[in-house]
């Protein structure tokens, strides 16, 4: 099993950045992959961004280039870099890890408003 905790969330103008940290209890080298994801009320969970074993990254369109996700092995974490924040990604952010099960962080709150 792994235990994610996710951080760095709150609230900033549109046009900022936030740098979301997902930690793992154990090692990460070991996951299939390992993504981030957000959620709205009322709407289903959707991928922001995932990163393979091999370093391969991926994002939704949305993202639009305004996002790059990191691995740290050393430190067992995934981050998150967000610029260029809109409204739109208002959301909980949360932390994905599969290996074979599939387990989920508790999720951070990411809002972007004037």
């Known amino acids: 099993q792994v235990q994610l905790v996710e951080s760095g969330g709150g609230l900033v103008q549109p046009g900022g950045s936030l740098r979301l940290s997902c930690a793992a209890s154990r090692s990460i080298l070991s996951t299939d992959f390992m993504g981030w994801y957000r959620q709205v009320p009322g709407r289903e969970r959707e991928l922001v961004a995932v990163?393979?074993?091999?370093?391969?990254?991926g994002y939704a369109d949305f993202v639009e280039g305004r996002f790059t996700i990191s691995r740290h092995s050393v430190e067992n974490k995934v981050d998150l870099q967000m610029n260029n924040l809109k409204p739109e990604d208002t959301a909980v952010y949360y932390c994905?890890?599969?290996?074979?099960?599939?387990?989920w962080g508790q999720g951070t709150q990411v809002t972007v408003s004037s």
């Open positions: 994905r890890a599969e290996l074979g099960t599939t387990y």
């Open positions: 990163i393979t074993r091999g370093g391969g990254t």
